[in-house]
Nanobody, 130 residues
Framework: EVLLVESGGGLVQPGGSLKLSCVAS????????VGWFRQAPGKDRERVSI????????YYTDSVKGRFTISRDNAKNTVYLQMNSLKLEDTAVYYC???????????????????????WGQGTQVTVSS
């Protein structure tokens, strides 16, 4: 059974930084696409960034490019999301999600729909406010 546990959310001022962590357990030796979605009140859950556990390929949604960095530490079974230059519109619950990867599909634009990911964490709140 795959379990994902997020941490690192909190309250930060605009322009500030936060680092989210997602600790995974139960993965097999297959390649997985692991990443972050977010959901703001009244809005759909949207994909933020994805990384390959084996090859390190990444995907970022346009609104976070240049500000967010996804990384992994396979020895710790952990995926990170470093968020810099945070904006008010980054406020949301951030969820870690995972799926067995299918080649480069999830890193070239595929995998936008939440229902493509069978494994989810419980979510962590990120609030950007002055």
């Amino acid at each position: 059974e795959v379990l994902l546990v997020e941490s690192g959310g909190g309250l930060v001022q605009p322009g500030g930084s936060l680092k989210l962590s997602c600790v995974a357990s139960g993965f097999t030796a297959d390649d997985y696409a692991v990443g972050w979605f977010r959901q703001a009140p009244g809005k759909d859950r949207e994909r933020v960034s994805i990384i390959s556990t084996t090859y390190g390929d990444t995907y970022y949604t346009d609104s976070v490019k240049g500000r967010f960095t996804i990384s992994r530490d396979n020895a710790k079974n952990t995926v990170y999301l470093q968020m810099n230059s945070l904006k008010l519109e980054d406020t949301a619950v951030y969820y870690c999600a995972a799926v067995r990867a299918r080649g480069s599909y999830y890193f070239v634009g595929g995998g936008a729909a939440p229902n493509e990911y069978p494994y989810w964490g419980q979510g962590t709140q990120v609030t950007v406010s002055s």
